[in-house]
């Protein structure tokens, strides 16, 4: 579970192979005559959202070691930032971001500092509290002027620029995958520095980190608020893409599906939140399907939910995959290389 | 001044719900140092079971019997089964294991029962106890339900042996062992009474907020802020906790912030509480183990 | 004599490390058995090997019945009450509660109560202090608890953790001289673990003396107690 990944060999060839593999999928659109394709960019769109809202959540659980159950009300924030900021000040949608990120970064570093005198559980449980609290909160009448109450807020889809040829959905793809590139290199490099050991250390031990003259309460602090910023992003990104916002789209269970994008993808690993991205879509797409499969292999007499098909999952993965797929796939080319030597043996 | 009585009377109602979400909260956390984010959850699936069979044309008091039996059981088997291999797992692990369970329980009751919200009777008729519109029955009888509960578990506690070997398995269960006590049975025991007190507080909320998969949501966050203001390990703690927050939050919706961010109330009780004084008011300090 | 308790190439573990090689022991019916040594050698390891409280290798027998692979309170049911290390007062129970915590495990409430008086009979002081929390009480009251809530299990064996550690040696001398007399009058046999030899070997019929978790020696105590150049290398008077 440490960042070994990071000096070895191979790996930043490997991830520049993944990136340009995903920047050449929506050029597909220019040779298949496939009605839906708008639709699996639009899907794509989402994965890279929720890959870089796992990829903030897993800053802070997987290498911090803070527990959140709360960053559907940070997703949720960057998301009305955004709408607020394009519907009421007329901002181009580009603009909004930066903007987003750091009022989530300081909603984060606000709620990181209580955060301090919590671990584990307690943490956990401030963090739920949030997420519960956050729809009602958003529904509040006194601000509904600019939320938009219970309606939420319609807003409308920018059109890509004329020069690039590219369809709505195509573009925003584009922008969700050079946000999710920018955020991914942005958190490998934080990681692989100084502050990536010490955010390490403290997950590791926190004592013995903070008798090394680690400052826990900076780094634990600093560590949240950029943990939330970067989930803002995915929120506002998502508000520009779905070019909608609600309060009831921000309840727990998205935080919920963080986390299982963050545990099926692998705690503590960046490709893993690109994994869980996907994955996250794929269940809420296929659970009809899944549903239905179940529903006739085992002559069941009511639809089987896409909740309950995560919680099944959650539960078998802390069995038998605590370190979710990239860790696996770790594993099991751990195995492969010294296979030869235990066979020389 | 009778509409503060009004909201007295509701307060302490609510207050007695949270008291028992918070009892069965601090029944796990006492023994096993667990937060259960699925406590809340269970007590809905088990008002479920009670609403199915009062629906089959089983007597209410039968159904909230049997219903509490069913509950303890499936706490058990909940310890046992799907627990017991997590015994050693870090916190993280315990976490999503929790999430997970609650998202469990909430899809297969929105599977069978749906989403739609639905009735549940309650035992108590919904007139007043004095003619003056003040205190309804429906209120004393939620009170002296959970009074009742609490006096028995006093009694369980405090003067059986059973009781008694769960206390001392909780407390120091390495000793516990050397004088015989199946303490990991101890711990299921406790999963099984926490789920049962789980159902009786759905069972009793559910006529007051209507029966809905969601239903136990904000109760559960609610519970919470009771369990950590009487102080997490200290059953009695969770009972007054329970109570002063239900009424804290009728004073305080009414007269201060409204009824619609009740729900930011909790949190700022908890992180309030978390932040300022962690051991509750009743509780004894948490000691960080090195 | 017969053979009460009996362990035959006991080894134990902690985590990784290995605690205790191969040991053969023996407690006789009636008799007290200590185990001696320098700190780390291995004596808290073995009392815990026998419970089955760590991981461990080997047989034991116990009336002739195997429970090497009996959970700790089933061997504790059978009748070995383990006074551990520490004393492990319940210390938010009352005494009251802390001896009557045994009746979990019995069957014969009459002869529960009866014991309970037994052990006011040995420990006076017990019932003065009844009602008050058991954390509140001195460190000797709490080894007295201790060997009270043993008594309570109506044990044929008692394995004792360093009965005498941080005690006032008035009150260890006191504490040694009652376990006599349970020995002898309660005809539980002892398995003790000491740093403080001489008592031990006053009070033990037979003896191990063990290092870095081997047997050294072994013999009946007169003899240890005679043999002054063992005496000097490996319990220091």
């Given amino acids: 579970m440490t960042a070994n990944w990071a000096n070895k060999r191979g790996v930043g060839a490997g991830a520049l192979l993944a990136w340009a593999g995903l920047a050449l999928l929506p050029l597909i659109g220019f040779i298949t005559e496939n009605t839906s394709f708008d639709y699996y960019m639009y899907m794509g769109q989402s994965m890279l959202i929720y890959a870089i809202a796992v990829l903030g959540l897993n800053l802070l659980i997987g290498f911090n070691g803070q527990i959140s159950l709360g960053h559907s009300a940070f997703f949720a924030l960057g998301a009305y930032t955004t709408a607020i900021l394009m519907n009421f000040g007329g901002w181009p949608y580009w603009a909004t971001l930066p903007v987003a990120a750091v009022v989530c970064f300081l909603a984060g570093l606000a709620f990181g500092f209580p955060a301090l005198k919590l671990e584990g559980h307690y943490l956990a449980l401030a963090t739920f509290t949030l997420a519960i609290a956050m729809p009602q909160l958003l529904k509040y009448k006194a601000i509904a002027g600019w939320t938009g109450g219970v309606g939420g807020v319609l807003l409308d889809k920018p059109d890509p620029p004329e020069w690039t040829g590219l369809s709505a959905d195509q573009f925003l793809y584009y922008l969700c995958l050079f946000c999710a590139m920018v955020l991914f290199w942005l958190v490998f490099n934080l990681l692989r520095g100084r502050s990536g050991r010490a955010i390490m250390a403290i997950r590791d ?27 803002g992003i995915a929120g506002a990104l998502s508000a520009i893409t779905v070019a909608y916002v609600a309060p009831d789209s921000f309840t727990l269970q998205l935080s919920i599906s963080f986390l299982v994008g963050l545990v099926v993808g692998g705690i503590a690993s960046l490709p893993g939140c690109l994994i869980g991205g996907a994955f996250i879509v794929l269940v809420q797409n296929s659970a009809q399907s899944i549903s239905d499969w179940m529903k006739g292999t085992f002559a069941l007499r009511y639809d089987v939910p896409a909740w309950a098909i995560y919680g099944v999952l959650l539960l078998a993965l802390m069995y038998v995959l605590p370190d979710g797929i990239a860790g696996g796939c770790a594993r099991i080319r751990a195995w492969w290389t010294t296979r030869g030597r235990r066979e020389a043996q | ?48 079971l009670a609403w199915a069979m009062i629906n089959a044309g089983v007597p209410y008091w039968i159904a909230f019997g049997l219903t509490i039996a069913v509950a303890f059981f499936g706490g058990l088997f909940i310890q046992r089964v799907i627990l017991k291999p997590l015994e050693h797992a870090p916190v993280l692990a315990l976490v999503v294991c929790f999430i997970a369970l609650l998202s469990i329980f909430n899809a297969i009751a929105g599977m069978i029962w749906s989403y739609t919200i639905k009735q549940f009777p309650s035992p108590f008729p919904s007139h007043d106890l004095f003619g003056n519109g003040l205190v309804s029955v429906q209120q004393l009888g939620v009170v002296g339900v959970t009074l009742v509960m609490l006096g028995l578990l006093t009694v369980f506690f405090r003067f059986t042996t059973l009781g008694l070997a769960m206390r001392a398995a909780a407390q120091n269960p390495a000793s516990a062992r050397l004088m015989g006590v199946r303490v990991a049975w101890m711990l299921a025991l406790g999963w099984g009474l926490a789920a049962s007190i789980g159902a009786i507080a759905g069972m009793l909320v559910a006529p007051i907020v209507f029966l809905d998969p969601n239903m136990m949501n904000g109760i559960l966050v609610y519970g919470f802020a009771s369990a950590l203001v009487g102080g997490i390990g200290n059953p009695m703690g969770a009972v007054a906790g329970g109570f002063i927050v239900g009424v804290l939050e009728n004073l305080v919706g009414s007269y201060v912030i409204g009824n619609e961010l009740k729900l930011s109330f909790a949190l700022v009780v908890v992180v309030g509480v978390l932040l300022l004084k962690p051991a509750g008011l009743f509780g004894r300090v948490i000691v960080r183990r090195v | 004599m017969v053979a009460l308790l009996e362990a035959k190439a006991l080894s134990a573990w902690h985590g990784p490390i290995r605690g205790l ?217």
């Fill in chain 2, 1 to 48: 001044m009778d509409f503060f009585i009004q909201q007295i009377a509701s307060g302490l109602t609510s207050g007695a719900i949270y008291a028992c979400v918070a009892l069965g909260l601090v029944m796990i956390y006492v023994s096993t140092d667990h937060i259960n984010f699925a406590q809340g959850e269970m007590a809905m699936f088990a008002t479920y």
């Fill in chain 1, 205 to 231: 031990h926190t004592m013995a980190a903070s008798t090394m003259g680690i400052d826990i309460a900076r780094y634990k602090t600093v560590a949240f608020g950029i943990s939330a910023g970067i989930t």
């Fill in chain 3, 21 to 237: 090689y191969e040991l053969d022991l023996t407690v006789e019916q009636g008799g007290v058995t200590a185990l001696l040594g320098a700190n780390g050698a291995g004596k808290t390891t073995t009392l815990r090997a026998l419970c089955n409280m760590v991981r461990r290798a080997g047989t034991t027998t116990f009336q002739g019945v195997d429970i090497s692979r009996r959970s700790t309170e089933d061997i504790v049911r059978m009748g070995v009450a383990h006074v551990p290390e520490g004393r492990g007062t319940f210390v938010a129970l009352t005494v009251e509660e802390n001896l009557r915590l045994a009746l979990h495990t019995r069957r014969d409430k009459a002869a529960a109560m009866r014991d309970r008086d037994l052990v006011f009979g040995y420990f006076p002081i017990l019932q003065e202090r009844l009602h008050q929390q058991a954390g509140t009480l001195s460190g000797g009251e709490q080894q007295m608890l201790a060997i009270g809530r043993a008594l309570m299990l109506a044990p044929k064996l008692m394995l004792l953790d360093e009965p005498s550690f941080g005690l006032a040696p008035l009150i260890v001398r006191e504490i040694f001289r009652i376990l006599r007399q349970i020995n002898e009058h309660e005809h539980v046999s002892m398995l003790i673990v000491e740093q403080n030899a001489a008592l031990a070997l006053d009070l033990a019929d037979t003896v191990y003396l063990l290092e870095t978790g081997k047997v050294v020696t072994s013999g009946p105590s007169a003899l240890i107690q005679n043999d002054e150049a063992l005496r000097k290398s490996y319990l220091g008077y």
